[in-house]
């Protein structure tokens, strides 16, 4: 079964350092999110690619947050300098634009 | 703009019992909804879908949902609960086409169920 693939699964890092992630969609899949989801919230969306361009990004930190899919296929996301207040479950998702979004185990970044 | 409201962070039933999860949404396009589970430390897997189509929706492990849009509700529920559906459960809404087809979560409901 397609899944979409996220790694690292766990990262600690200090404050201040650069930390990246990475994220496979659905094989297919044009449209690509990324979500962060602070301990006891929801998601909440970060940045929405369509293909390799960005349809969304107007809740992403552009001081500190990064984001690229330069062959519209896989995507990076980008924080640097990471600060305490970043620790957060960071979700990928894609679709096919069905509205079905599938979700990657996520990545767990603890800043410290 | 759309939103979610989930009423009651934390419910808590008995193996065997009725599950109730209640979603409220706001809209002002038709919305589609959803529900999401997530397990502890994992991503989100869709448990049902509202599309526009019926209104009573049946999704996966048992769970089911009725959209009621003079209410503007969209709960969960199971009749019979199980020790695996212990997780969290997100309520989500979405308009359609462009950004207005991104998802809006609630802040999610952690279902406990006691032996």
């Known amino acids: 079964e397609a899944e979409v693939a996220q790694s690292p699964r766990y990262k600690i890092t200090e404050k201040s350092q650069a930390v990246a992630f990475w994220c496979d969609p659905i094989?297919?899949?044009?449209?690509l999110y990324w979500y962060r989801q602070i301990l006891g919230q929801g998601p909440e969306l970060l940045v929405q690619?369509?293909?390799?361009?960005?349809?969304?990004d107007s809740q992403l930190p552009k001081d500190r947050f990064s984001a690229e899919r330069l062959k519209g296929v896989d995507s990076t996301l980008k924080i640097q300098p990471a600060e305490l207040g970043d620790s957060a479950m960071y979700l990928c998702?894609?679709?096919?634009?069905?509205?079905?979004?599938?979700f990657g185990p996520g990545t767990r970044l603890t800043v410290l | 703009a759309q939103s979610v409201t989930q009423l009651g962070s934390h419910v808590s039933v008995s193996e065997g019992a009725l599950v109730l999860l209640r979603c409220n949404y706001s809209?002002?396009?038709?919305?589609?909804l959803f529900w999401y589970v997530q397990y502890p430390n994992q991503g989100l897997q869709l448990l049902l879908k509202?599309?526009?189509?019926?209104?009573l929706v049946k999704g996966i492990n048992g769970f089911e949902a009725e959209f009621k849009k003079s209410e503007t509700s969209f709960h969960l529920t199971k009749p019979s609960a199980h020790m695996s559906d212990a997780a969290e459960y997100f309520c989500a809404v979405s308009g359609y086409g462009g950004s207005q087809g991104n998802l809006i979560f609630g802040k999610g409901t952690k279902l406990s169920v006691k032996p």
């Open positions: 809209s002002s396009v038709p919305p589609y």
């Open positions: 094989s297919g899949h044009a449209t």
């Open positions: 509202y599309t526009s189509a019926a209104t």
């Open positions: 690619f369509q293909d390799e361009s960005v349809v969304d």
């Open positions: 998702a894609s679709t096919l634009g069905s509205h079905e979004q599938f």
